[in-house]
DNA sequence: CCCTGTAATTGAACATGTTCAAATTGAACT
DNA sequence: AGTTCAATTTGAACATGTTCAATTACAGGG
């Protein structure tokens, strides 16, 4: 579960193996999408027989996660090098979205088989176990975007309000993801039209005035949690 | 796609049959849930072959559709009798709330079936043109909780703040639909925190002052709908 | 009461995700 | 080289949503 078709040196022949039924399956999702790829195609366009597909992925759903748990390896030093060219903080939340979306450009439509699940239970759902890890390490990087920007947080108010950050990011990642205009120009919009309004509250919520609101915000947010 | 099972006279036998075969589906999704139920199973159940169940539904997804819209239909004179209760805008949202829940608490899981899709291209989608007049009508309802209400509401918010509300209630819905606390107790618990936040956010927006966070709104709004 | 055409019904066939028992491979050991 | 055994590979089989050509039921007209 831990090699990816881009790792440098596939060591073993299996992993070569794996490598090539994930290319070939990204490279059918690309170009026909995930439903109207059949994994009998995947496997032909492997070179291997259907059932070593199964060998090596649970199931078709699995072959997205690999992708998806692959993307946030590679993701990590583009966010790293984003999170050092700007102190202010609507410009780091704005570049950890753009280098995301940026990252997921060719594979705009597939993310749609991963998002479109609210269930939880789902195992390609944002909020399923199997993508905790993956979503845990994400609302760290909105920990980081606060932590190294000028703005101070509230005591009370740290440990949710990267959460928080996250589910708007999803918001608008699921916004993206089915966006029809030219070139996403509507998410484009959004996006600045919502950076503009979420940081103004950030900064809002950190009033001694305010600790009222932020209690009652906290409270709900850990109804949901519980 | 007009009958449903629970009208009085189905005046044809074509209308019944029909009604047989969605009264044996919804039985069975109640008893092992959506997917674990087959279109065979549906037919055998109502005594009829596979084919049969495809000449009345298009698809098994069209048969919880049918649910839905027959739902819809049920629902509208008990929410009619709930807007009848009380003029305060809080006890008017929890009460369209309450009655929808109380009504679909015998099918929540299977309401998964319908919410758990977020791409609105899907059939079962909440923002899919097939649950359109469904979910139009709905919002309609929150116009009238409003209009209903002793609060005032701001010209230029009126065309929005229903949809927002709309919003909202969606999520509590899919929350409720996956909550698994005793008798969804911390759905209760959400419902109660997030409609005082709610109400009291409904009220400050019609400040004069807070004439340019309704344009920042709206113009998110729009941006979305456009 | 028979004829005719539409509505309703049937069950086999198909496509596709998934499983599985059997065959093959290949490395380590003797 | 021969043996062994786990890893890998295979392709047929299975389950289930869906389609469809063929059949039957039945209402209305003669």
Redesign the interface.
């Known amino acids: 579960m831990e090699k990816s078709s881009t790792d440098v040196r596939p060591k073993t022949k299996s992993d070569e193996t794996r490598a090539r039924i994930l290319d070939a399956a990204m490279d059918l999702f690309r170009r026909q999408g995930f439903e109207e790829t059949t994994m009998r195609e995947i496997a032909t366009e492997a070179g291997v027989a259907t059932g070593a597909a199964y060998y090596y992925f649970d199931s078709k759903d699995a072959i997205v996660l690999a992708f998806y748990d692959q993307a946030q390896k590679e993701l990590q030093p583009l966010l790293d090098k984003a999170m050092a060219a700007s102190k202010d903080l609507k410009d780091r939340l704005r570049l950890l979205l753009e280098v995301k979306l940026r990252y997921f450009e060719p594979n705009r439509r597939l993310l ?1 088989a991963l ?8 195992p390609l759902s944002p909020f399923s176990p199997q993508t905790r890890e993956v979503r845990e390490r994400d609302i760290e990087y909105f920990q980081r975007a606060l932590a190294g920007s000028s703005i101070h947080v509230a005591r009370d108010f740290e440990p949710h309000l990267p959460r928080i950050l996250w589910m708007c990011q999803m918001g608008l990642i ?2 993206w993801i ?1 966006d029809r ?1 030219q070139s996403q120009k ?1 998410t484009q ?2 996006v600045e ?2 950076l ?2 979420v940081v103004r509250l950030v900064k809002l919520s950190d009033l001694p005035l305010m600790k009222p609101v932020r209690r ?2 906290i ?2 947010l850990e ?2 949690m ?1």
Do not use: C, N, Q, W
């Open positions: 749609g998002a479109a699940h609210a269930d939880p239970e789902h699921l916004f089915y205009s509507r919009a959004l039209k919502s503009a309004i009652i915000v409270d709900l109804t949901m519980a």
